[in-house]
């Protein structure tokens, strides 16, 4: 299947989706310019996406495969394609791999996740499938035993090894435990969420001679967002042309941002899909441009990876920073905030982890200041509000990765743990 052209899809849309009908209703008939069209709102677009009376799809489900997402509101939602469009979908995808520094003959080891309508697996093994580059794929699954997938990363002599920074830093862990580094790694490749410095120290313990690097960016909501740009980030990236398009909105205006260095939030418009269209569909993801002239864009995070601790707001992203800055020596290996209340105030707990083996109280205690040092310096309502008594000070909780809360569903880390009390 080509892309459709976005006047065509448009059309198709409007006269085929009662929510794009209704959405689109004020609109003149021939809009045809993405800015000519509202961005789709995320509660409204998955309440009429259901799986009785839908009123997103172009036609009967007659003809698919049934995907559950999380979408970017939380609970699970469900996501369909032709296999016309998975085709396209994973053929664009497996293209894009070329740029993680694939090479003929790579044995890789697939560990995302598998089963209970779950994308992530069978997407990475049928986009290596469709890739130009020869490999040798390895259907291991991330809910295998540690000790049964590291025997199969070292009777196949893996190469290359694919999975979410949570699999992959759970697996590291259990190496750097037992004292044996995967030394035949050469790529860890990492998808679904973002890689942080602290867990690429934990990677680097155990596989030493491997880079870590992106295996792209998509979802199974939004589709193809981006796939890597050979270079020293990570987290940047350009579109699938002609196979969507990414714009970056202004967070007060709506307005595209065409500056580079400019942070918004990243919607996408799938030009492949027709049966769920998704035209100027939130992602759910932050990002900036880096390179207007190319299409390069980079991540900055989940939009949504944030918390209010009574009236200070906080994000992910401040506490990673203040790892960063205070960890010089490259001890901390993950990090979490949890959100807990009691005696009437809300307080924050940072849950940092160590590697095994490291675990000295007299070292980390040092450490713990200087974190927490570093994150009131950058966010100064915070110690304004302890000695106002509106919240508790901040605390700081040593562990191990493996004690790092993940989501049930997914096994992706939850950044932002909120333990308070709902009613």
């Known amino acids: 299947m080509s892309a459709h052209q976005l006047p065509d899809l448009i059309r198709f849309a409007r006269h085929n989706s009662p929510f794009y009908r209704d959405l689109y209703a004020?609109?003149?008939?021939?809009?045809?310019?993405?800015?000519?069209?509202?961005?789709?709102?995320?509660?409204?677009?998955?309440?009429?996406?259901?799986?009785?009376?839908?009123?997103?799809?172009?036609?009967?489900?007659?003809?698919?495969t049934v995907y559950k997402t999380g979408g970017t509101t939380g609970a699970p939602k469900f996501s369909v394609y032709t296999r016309d469009e998975w085709r396209t979908f994973?053929?664009?995808?497996?293209?894009?791999?070329?740029?993680?520094?694939?090479?003929?003959?790579?044995?890789?080891?697939?560990?995302?996740y598998a089963g209970e309508l779950y994308a992530s697996f069978l997407f990475i093994l049928?986009?290596?499938?469709?890739?130009?580059?020869?490999?040798?794929?390895?259907?291991?699954?991330?809910?295998?035993?540690?000790?049964?997938?590291?025997?199969?990363?070292?009777?196949?002599?893996?190469?290359?090894?694919?999975?979410?920074?949570?699999?992959?830093?759970?697996?590291?862990?259990?190496?750097?435990?037992?004292?044996?580094?995967?030394?035949?790694?050469?790529?860890?490749?990492?998808?679904?969420?973002?890689?942080f410095a602290d867990q690429r120290r934990l990677l680097a313990l155990a596989f030493p001679n491997a880079e870590a690097r992106s295996v792209g960016y998509a979802s199974v909501d939004a589709g193809l967002l981006g796939r890597p740009v050979p270079g020293a980030d990570p987290r940047v990236h350009r579109a699938f042309t002609p196979y969507s398009v990414v714009e970056i909105l202004d967070d007060a205006t709506g307005e595209p941002i065409t500056a580079p260095g400019r942070a918004g939030r990243v919607v996408v418009t799938s030009l492949f899909?027709?049966?769920?269209?998704i035209i100027r569909y939130p992602a759910g993801d932050r990002a900036e441009w880096t390179d207007t002239g190319a299409g390069h864009f980079r991540i900055l995070g989940r939009a949504e990876e944030g918390v209010r601790v009574g009236p200070v707001s906080l994000y992910a992203q401040d506490a990673q920073d203040a790892v960063a800055a205070a960890d010089t020596a490259g001890r901390i290996v993950g990090t979490?905030?949890?959100?807990?209340?009691?005696?009437?105030?809300?307080?924050?707990?940072?849950?940092?982890?160590?590697?095994?083996?490291?675990?000295?109280?007299?070292?980390?205690?040092?450490?713990?200041?200087?974190?927490?040092?570093?994150?009131?310096?950058?966010?100064?309502?915070?110690?304004?509000?302890?000695?106002?008594?509106?919240?508790?000070?901040?605390?700081?909780?040593?562990?191990?990765?493996?004690?790092?809360?993940?989501?049930?569903r997914t096994g992706k880390l939850v950044r932002v743990l909120d333990e308070r009390p709902t009613e």
């Open 336 to 408: 979490q905030l949890v959100v807990r209340r009691w005696d009437g105030r809300d307080g924050l707990v940072l849950r940092l982890a160590t590697a095994p083996g490291d675990d000295d109280p007299a070292g980390l205690e040092p450490l713990a200041k200087a974190v927490v040092t570093e994150l009131e310096n950058a966010r100064p309502l915070y110690p304004d509000s302890v000695r106002a008594g509106f919240v508790h000070p901040l605390t700081v909780q040593w562990a191990r990765h493996r004690d790092l809360a993940v989501n049930p």
């Open 273 to 277: 899909r027709r049966l769920m269209p």
């Open 26 to 64: 004020s609109l003149p008939p021939d809009a045809g310019r993405l800015t000519d069209l509202p961005v789709v709102d995320q509660q409204e677009f998955w309440s009429a996406n259901g799986l009785r009376d839908n009123r997103v799809l172009t036609g009967p489900l007659s003809e698919a």
């Open 90 to 112: 994973v053929t664009a995808f497996g293209h894009g791999l070329v740029d993680t520094g694939l090479r003929p003959g790579h044995r890789v080891a697939d560990l995302f």
């Open 126 to 195: 049928d986009s290596l499938a469709h890739c130009p580059v020869d490999n040798v794929r390895l259907p291991i699954g991330g809910a295998a035993p540690l000790e049964s997938t590291v025997d199969t990363l070292r009777d196949f002599s893996a190469q290359v090894v694919a999975g979410t920074p949570t699999t992959l830093c759970r697996l590291s862990e259990h190496l750097i435990a037992a004292g044996l580094p995967l030394e035949a790694v050469e790529l860890v490749l990492f998808g679904g969420e973002a890689l």
